[in-house]
């Protein structure tokens, strides 16, 4: 049995910043692995320790070298291998949509033939939360999106994944999945644990397989998107809130009297 | 192939509100594009639900008799039946969490593209869209060089409509590929019972993950004692073991209305203000000036909660 899960390495930016161009100019971006991707590597990591037979996890990602970093903390807790997809015509794409991505982890299915494929609900950067479900649709596996509980039992032994799909307001929703199947993992639904030292000493020597779109069989054509990214600005504050100044004392001061007006603290 | 179809949500036999905003922004985008507005009921009491559903702006109700509840494979099915009969040039579904079950896989079927979590739009000639980025520290806009496309539109960005149309209602002949129907809904379950109802308290002090660690929790707790609040939180706080759900405040958790809410490192990201917009006075203390919860706070205090937090215990004891 193989386990493919996404893992994408995300920009977050930091309190002050500028923006240059059409994106955040980089020396405000601090890259890390995406929340909810780490919650899917925990989810494939666990279902591999839980099999009697063999089951790889292989990892991939679409990203530049330097998300080499990222990949290896998955790598660190229990990745086997990972695959990472990248070149100058991904590079020189402006705008990796939903369907570009699609096209590259197809081919990457194509490859590697898993069993199952897990990916976060959304990565924290673009928040467009589909890729998953679309890919599912592309190779054809079924899907559930935003599992938040999955009976890994049933997916080793029945070939079924009976999942929890956390909808709004607190109401969750009990749905059996036929294999193969995409799903798309929220945070919470397990603890994600810390790479051990032997962790990652054993990453180094993983290997992290490069992929160029000729490789996959694919050209430009795959990342030439429908969508374009044309203004990114700071959204014009709707905050009409007063602030309070001075250092934390006076801040404090000022709002416990704003607090006792609204009647807090009142016995 | 003007036209615009709309796709309504409901569960459990309610609709749910992003359908009645799905009708403002489907009769806008028909507007700017000089075509009709189709409406697509699926699942479950269709016939009372095209009725409530027969809203000002709406020039075609088409429902889909199939099933009771969502279900991501009879509704990307129904979808992609209905876009092949009407010929619509823009399909709007909602950003919700079935949405984003169904959406994605209806933009692949019909090699559409797909902008999620649509904020904004404006048609003119060609379509962009306003969405967030970076956890809604951005803003950007997308433009659609496609002349169809698929959006899924974030609930409480478009107002509601209320007032009654006069639609045509139509059954849609619609059978579906019963073999590719694999996934099956059991059942659902309510989560986050418990000891406290945050929803009932008048003063709920809640704690973000700027709170770093589990041991600084304590920090908060005094903060609600010294108050007289409840102590509520963020998700990544429930996520991670150190309180339990039914503190969680959101989207996925509990929609609270207090008369003071108190933001103690919670950045503000939408599923959290889901839970917490319609509180009274809201107070927000960030170290991130840049932090979207300033946009909906009355109070802020741009300052580390480590510093400030203690401060104000002891103006209240
Ligand atoms: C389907 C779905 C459902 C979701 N449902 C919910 C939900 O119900 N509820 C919910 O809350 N989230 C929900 N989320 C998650 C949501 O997107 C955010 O990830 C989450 O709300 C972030 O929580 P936070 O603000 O505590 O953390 P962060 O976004 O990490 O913010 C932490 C904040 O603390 C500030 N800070 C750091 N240090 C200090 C300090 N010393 N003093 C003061 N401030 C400090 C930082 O500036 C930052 O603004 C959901 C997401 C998805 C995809």
Not at chain 1, 51 to 68: F, K, L, Q, W, Y
Not at chain 2, 266 to 288: F, L, P, R, Y
Request: hydrophobic fraction near 45%; proline fraction near 3%; glycine fraction near 8%.
């Amino acid at each position: 049995m193989k386990v493919l899960v996404t893992v994408k390495e995300v920009a977050e930016v930091e309190d002050d910043f500028e923006i240059a161009d059409l994106d955040v100019d980089p020396r405000y971006l601090e890259y890390d692995l995406n929340e909810w991707d780490e919650y899917a590597v925990e989810s494939a990591v666990q279902l591999a320790e839980a099999a009697d037979e063999e089951v790889e996890v292989v990892s991939v990602t679409i990203g530049p070298e330097r998300s080499e970093e990222t990949i290896r903390m998955a790598l660190a807790k229990g990745v086997d291998r990972a695959v990472r997809v990248w070149d100058d015509d991904i590079e020189a794409a402006e705008f990796l949509d939903v369907a570009s991505k699609v096209r590259l982890l197809e081919a990457v299915v194509a490859e590697e033939d898993p069993d199952i494929v897990l990916s976060g609900v959304q990565a924290h950067d673009t928040g467009f939360g589909a890729t998953g479900v679309a890919l599912a649709d592309a190779i054809g596996f079924e899907w559930g999106a935003v599992v938040n509980a999955l009976d890994i039992e049933g997916v080793l032994n029945d070939g079924v994944a009976r999942v929890h799909r956390e909808l709004e307001g607190g109401i969750e929703e009990l749905t059996e999945i036929d294999l193969p199947a995409v799903l798309t993992i929220q945070t919470g639904i397990n603890e994600p644990r810390y790479a051990s030292l032997r962790g990652i000493r054993q990453a180094q020597s993983k290997e992290i397989a490069p992929k160029t779109l000729s490789d996959l069989g694919l050209d430009f054509s795959a990342v030439e998107s429908e969508l374009f990214l044309t203004d990114m600005y700071e959204p014009e504050t709707e905050s009409d809130a007063t602030y309070f100044e001075g250092d934390a004392g006076e801040q404090a001061a000022a709002l416990a009297s704003a607090l006792r007006e609204k009647g807090v603290g009142a016995e | 192939m003007s036209d615009v179809l709309i796709v309504a949500e409901h569960r459990r036999g309610e609709i749910r509100d992003v359908s009645y905003e799905l009708v403002t922004a489907g009769r806008e985008l028909a507007d700017a594009t000089g075509g009709d507005l189709h409406l697509a009921v699926v699942s479950g009491d269709v016939d009372e639900f095209a009725t409530r559903l027969n809203l000002d702006g709406v020039d075609a109700i088409h429902t889909v008799d199939y099933g009771e509840e969502f279900n991501h494979d009879v509704y990307a099915q129904a979808t992609c039946a209905l876009v092949d009969d009407i010929d619509p040039q823009f399909v709007l579904m909602p950003n919700s969490v079935n949405g984003l079950d169904y959406a994605p896989a209806v933009a692949n079927r019909l090699d559409l593209p797909l902008v999620s979590d649509a904020v904004g739009m404006t048609f003119d000639g060609g379509l962009t869209v306003t969405r967030e980025m970076y956890g809604s520290k951005v803003e950007t806009t997308i433009e659609v060089d496609a002349e169809r496309a698929t959006v899924t539109i974030r609930g409480g960005e478009w107002k509601a409509t209320d007032a009654d149309g006069d639609a045509d209602i139509a059954a849609f002949d619609f059978a579906p590929d019963e073999s590719a129907i694999n996934s099956t809904v059991t059942g659902f379950e309510e989560v986050a019972g418990g000891d406290v109802d945050i929803a009932d308290a008048d003063v709920l002090v809640s704690v973000g993950r700027g709170i770093e660690d589990e041991e600084n929790i304590e920090l908060v707790e005094e903060l609600a004692d010294a108050l007289g609040a409840t102590l509520s939180s963020s998700r990544p706080i429930v996520d991670n073991g150190w309180l339990p759900k039914n503190r969680q405040v959101g989207q996925s958790g509990k929609v609270v209305t207090p008369k003071v809410y108190i933001a103690v490192g919670i950045s503000g990201a939408v599923q959290h203000v889901a839970g917490m917009k319609g509180s009274e006075t809201i107070v927000a203390i960030n170290t991130d000036p840049n932090a979207p919860i300033f946009d909906i706070a009355d109070y802020g205090v741009v300052g580390d909660l480590f510093e400030v937090v203690p401060e104000l215990i002891d103006e209240f004891q």
